[in-house]
Nanobody, 127 residues
Framework: QLQLVESGGGLVLPGGSLTLSCTAS???????IGWFRQTPGENREGVSC????????YYADSVKGRFTISRDNAKNTVYLQMNSLKFTDTAVYYC?????????????????????WGQGTQVTVSS
C-alpha cells in the first residue's frame, strides 16, 4: 500500500508560481505517479504524470508550457513546478500513484483512477 503526502499549496497571485511536492512511501517496484486536481462539483482531472521507470511524462493541454513535473527517486518525491498560474488553476491538487503493472503514463493521467491517493493540498490563485 502506497502512502502519499502532498505539500506546497497556498495562495498565489495570477502569474505567480508554486511548487507542489508529493513524498511517497511503500514503493517496492516501478510506479507511475502524478498530479490531479479537483474543483467543487467537477470530476478530478489529470494534470501531469511521470513514470519512475523511464521518466515519460504527460501534461494536460491546459498546463503545457506552464507546469513541469519532476521526480527525485532517491527521496521518493515528485514535484510539480507551476508557473504563470491562472485563476482557472485554483483547485485541490492530489497526488495519485500506482505500482507496476500500471497503465502507460498518458493513460494513467487521462481518466484512470489511481489506486493510491494523498490527502490533497489547496491551490488558490486570486488577486
Amino acid at each position: 500500500q502506497l502512502q502519499l503526502v502532498e505539500s506546497g499549496g497556498g495562495l498565489v497571485l495570477p502569474g505567480g508560481s508554486l511548487t507542489l511536492s508529493c513524498t511517497a512511501s511503500g514503493f517496492t517496484r516501478d510506479y507511475v505517479i502524478g498530479w490531479f486536481r479537483q474543483t467543487p462539483g467537477e470530476n478530478r482531472e489529470g494534470v501531469s504524470c511521470i513514470s519512475s521507470r523511464d521518466g515519460s511524462t504527460y501534461y494536460a493541454d491546459s498546463v503545457k508550457g506552464r507546469f513541469t513535473i519532476s521526480r527525485d527517486n532517491a527521496k521518493n518525491t515528485v514535484y510539480l513546478q507551476m508557473n504563470s498560474l491562472k485563476f482557472t488553476d485554483t483547485a485541490v491538487y492530489y497526488c495519485g500513484a500506482d505500482l507496476a503493472p500500471h497503465p502507460l503514463t498518458r493513460d494513467f493521467c487521462s481518466g484512470y483512477v489511481p489506486q493510491s491517493w494523498g490527502q490533497g493540498t489547496q491551490v488558490t490563485v486570486s488577486s
